[in-house]
C-alpha cells in the first residue's frame, strides 16, 4: 500500500504507473489501491480501507455503493461519518488534484517540494530526501522524535528539513495556476450526552464499544485479538465472543525476553491472559519475544518499514514480531484486533496501575493513577487558574516525588496558564502540571526552539479556546498529533500492513472516542472511588460476561514488583541488540546528524563512551543513548 504522486519525469521509483497524464508532466504511482474507479472524466483512488458509514443512529453501514466515496472530496459531512483508515486521491481531466487522509490521519501523507518539482508519498523513503547523502536534517522533528513521547515527529514534521506531513483533518489539493495548496476541514462534532442520567449515559457507552467491536468483526472468519491480560484486549476478546462465539474468537500474546539475567519480563501478563482465554474457551498462542538473539534479522526485518514512517521506538519490535507470526499462523482474511489507545481515551495514560509504586496496595496504586489524572483535569485546571495550588493535597503530594528545579513558576494571566497546562501535558517528559523540558540531551536554545515551534504548530490554536468545560475534547483532539501517531498506535498499525493484515482498534472509533470526550470528571477521572476507565468496566461487570475477579494482583512486568527493573535497560545493556548498537554508535555517525545547537553534544558523547566502555546505563541515560542509537541505526544510515 504506496504511492507517490509526482512531475518529475525523470524520478525512477520502483513502483507501477497507475496514472499518467497526456505529457507525462504529472504521474501517478503506486501498488494494491483498494478503490480505482471513474467518475465524469475524474479518477478516483483509495488506499487502505473503509470500514463503513457512520449512521445517525451511530450504526455502521458496510454496504455502500463505491461511487459514495466521491463524496469524501465533495461532502465533508460525509467524510465525518467515513469510518476506516485511508488515503483518497481525486485526480481531475485537467490533472488538478485533491489529496487526504481519513479524518483521524491514521495514514500519512508526506510532502516535498525540491526545484519546481513535487513528490508526494505514503512513506518518507519514497521521496528524494530519504536518497540524498547530505541530507537537511529537520532539528524540530528530531527534537519531538527523541524527547517528545512517541519516538517519531509529530503529525505535520518529519526529519528531512525540507519533507512535510499533511496534518490531521487538512486536505492537500494542486492545480497548474495555484500550485500546491493546504487547507483544513472542520471536525463534526456529535450530538451532547446527558451523563446526569447516568445509567443511560453507562448504557450509551457500552452500546458504542459493542458497536465499535462488531463493525471491524468477521462473522465467517477468525477474530484474532493481540491481547496483554488487562482491561483493554482482554473486554474486546470478551466482545468477541458476547457478539459471536468463542470458536471464532482467537488470541496471540507476546513472552517477552528481553535479556537472559532477566528472563521472562511479563510472567505476570501470560498467567492472566492464560486464566481469561482459559474462562472463555478461546485458543491462545504464545509467540516468543526473545531479544536474547537474532538483533540483526530483526533489525533487517523490520527497517524499511520503519525509516518509511519515520520510527524509532522499541514498542515497534513486539509490534513487528507478534504481527509476523500471526501473518504465518493465520489466514490475511482473518480479522486482526488491538486495544491501544484505551489509556489515553479514558484517562489520559494514566491506567497502568504504576503512577506511583507500591509494593502491596494495588488498589492504591491504580488510585494514584486517577490523581494523576485528576491534575489534567478541569477542577485541577480552576485551581491553577485561581492560583490556589498550593492549597491542593493532590498536587502537593506529587510535587514531593519530583527533584528540586523540576518545576516553572506558574504564570500571570489565565492565557498563559493554559498554556503551561497544554505543554506540561504534551511537550513534558514528566506529564505534570508545570513541569519544565529537564531533558539533558537538548540544549537550552533547542528547549526553547522545541516549545516555541511545538505550542505554536499544535497547540495554540487549543489554548486560545481552552476552557474546564471543553478540556477533555480537546485533550483527545490533541492525541491526534500527538500520541497516537506514535510508538503505541501507528507501529502496530504499519506492521501489521507490513504483513498484509488488517488490524482494528475498537478504542480508535470515532463515535467512542467522542463519548469520551465528553466524559465528565466523575466518571472514574477525577477524585472519586469509581476505578480508572470507570464506563468500560461497567460495561464488563453488567453486560459482557467477563471474569472480573481475575483483574488482581501484579498487572503484567517485573517492574510491577520490582521498581528498579527497566525494558529498556535489559534491551540496551544486556541483549543482542546492544552489540549492534555499540557498532553503530563507535562510527560516531550520529555527529552528522546531530546539530549541536539543538543538541547537547558533549553529554552525548559522555554518554556513548560510558556505553561503549559498557557500563551500565541508568535512569534518563538509557532512553537518551537509545534515542540516539535508534535514529543512527534506522533512520540515518546509508
Not at 12 to 37: E, M, R, T, V
Not at 283 to 294: M, N, Q, R
Amino acid at each position: 500500500m504506496q504511492f507517490l504522486i509526482t512531475n518529475d519525469s525523470e524520478y525512477k521509483i520502483g513502483l507501477n504507473i497507475i496514472l499518467q497524464s497526456p505529457n507525462k508532466d504529472l504521474s501517478l504511482y503506486g501498488n494494491d489501491p483498494a478503490l480505482n474507479f471513474k467518475i465524469n472524466d475524474d479518477n478516483y483512488f483509495l488506499f487502505g480501507f473503509i470500514n463503513g458509514i457512520r449512521q445517525e443512529n451511530g450504526k455502521i453501514k458496510k454496504d455502500f455503493e463505491q461511487n459514495a466515496i466521491a463524496g469524501i472530496f465533495e461532502d465533508n459531512d460525509f467524510f465525518n461519518r467515513v469510518e476506516g483508515r485511508f488515503i483518497s486521491i481525486k485526480i481531475s481531466k485537467d490533472f488538478s488534484f485533491k489529496i487526504k487522509s481519513d479524518k483521524q490521519s491514521k495514514l500519512d501523507i508526506f510532502l516535498q517540494e525540491k526545484e519546481n518539482k513535487i513528490f508526494i508519498s505514503s512513506g518518507a523513503s519514497l521521496l528524494p530526501a530519504a536518497k540524498e547523502e547530505n541530507f537537511k536534517v529537520d532539528n524540530i522533528g528530531l527534537m519531538q522524535a527523541t524527547y517528545i513521547y512517541g519516538g517519531r515527529p509529530l503529525k505535520k514534521h518529519s526529519l528531512f528539513k525540507d519533507v512535510l506531513r499533511l496534518g490531521v483533518l487538512e486536505t492537500l489539493s494542486f492545480d497548474s495556476s495555484e500550485g500546491l495548496k493546504i487547507f483544513k476541514e472542520e471536525k463534526k462534532k456529535y450530538k451532547k450526552i446527558d451523563f446526569g442520567n447516568e445509567e443511560s449515559a453507562l448504557k450509551d457507552y457500552s452500546d458504542r464499544f459493542l458497536e465499535s467491536v462488531k463493525s471491524c468483526a468477521s462473522k465467517d472468519r477468525n477474530n484474532v485479538v493481540f491481547l496483554s491480560s488487562g482491561w483493554d484486549s482482554t473486554s474486546i476478546l470478551g466482545a468477541l465472543v458476547h457478539l459471536f462465539s468463542r470458536d471464532k474468537t482467537k488470541a496471540i500474546i507476546g513472552r517477552m525476553k528481553y535479556s537472559e539475567r532477566s528472563e521472562i519480563a511479563n510472567s505476570f501478563e501470560i498467567k492472566r491472559a492464560k486464566e481469561i482465554t482459559d474462562y472463555y474457551g478461546v485458543d491462545l498462542e504464545i509467540v516468543d519475544l526473545d531479544y536474547t538473539k537474532d538483533a540483526e534479522k530483526i533489525f533487517t526485518k523490520l527497517k524499511d518499514t520503519f525509516k518509511s514512517q519515520q520510527f524509532t521506538s522499541l514498542t515497534g519490535f513486539n509490534h513487528w514480531l507478534l504481527a509476523e507470526h500471526a501473518s504465518k499462523n493465520f489466514s490475511k482474511k482473518d480479522v486482526f484486533f488491538a486495544g491501544e489507545m484505551s489509556d489515553g481515551a479514558h484517562n489520559f495514560g494514566f491506567s497502568q496501575y504504576a503512577t506511583i509504586f507500591h509494593p502491596s496496595s494495588y488498589d492504591f496504586r491504580e488510585y494514584s493513577d486517577k490523581m494523576n489524572t485528576y491534575l489534567f483535569g478541569p477542577t485541577f485546571l480552576k485551581v491553577l487558574i485561581d492560583k490556589k495550588q498550593d492549597n491542593d493535597p493532590v498536587w502537593n503530594f506529587f510535587k514531593t516525588l519530583k527533584p528540586e528545579g523540576f518545576f516553572e513558576n506558574i504564570k500571570e494571566t489565565e492565557q498563559s496558564i493554559k498554556e503551561q497546562f497544554l505543554k506540561s501535558f504534551f511537550v513534558r517528559s514528566g506529564r505534570i502540571p508545570l513541569s519544565k523540558n529537564n531533558s539533558n540531551l537538548l540544549t537550552d536554545f533547542g528547549k526553547k526552539e522545541l516549545d516555541s515551534v511545538t505550542f505554536n504548530t499544535y497547540l495554540k490554536q487549543h489554548a486560545d479556546r481552552l476552557t474546564p468545560e471543553n478540556l477533555y475534547s480537546t485533550f483527545l483532539d490533541c492525541y491526534d498529533n500527538f500520541h497516537w501517531q506514535g510508538s503505541t498506535v501507528a507501529t502496530l498499525y504499519h506492521a501489521c500492513e507490513a504483513q498484509d493484515l488488517k488490524c482494528f482498534m475498537p478504542f480508535h472509533d470515532s463515535y467512542l472516542l467522542d463519548y469520551l470526550s465528553q466524559m465528565p470528571e466523575s466518571f472514574g477521572r477525577g477524585l472519586e472511588l469509581r476505578p480508572t476507565k470507570f464506563p468500560l468496566k461497567w460495561t464488563l461487570k453488567n453486560i459482557i460476561d467477563y471474569p472480573y475477579e481475575l483483574q488482581t494482583g501484579p498487572h503484567s512486568y517485573t517492574y510491577d514488583i520490582d521498581p528498579s527493573f527497566s525494558h529498556a535497560g535489559e534491551i540496551i545493556n544486556y541483549s543482542s541488540f546492544s552489540n549492534i548498537w555499540r557498532k553503530s554508535l563507535s562510527s560516531k555517525n550520529y555527529l552528522n546528524f546531530l546539530d549541536d545547537e539543538f543538541f547537547n553534544i558533549s553529554y552525548i558523547n559522555g554518554l556513548v563512551e560510558k556505553y561503549l566502555s559498557k557500563e551500565e546505563l541508568v535512569g534518563d541515560e538509557i532512553s537518551d543513548t537509545l534515542n540516539v542509537a535508534m535514529q543512527d541505526m534506522l533512520i540515518f544510515s546509508r
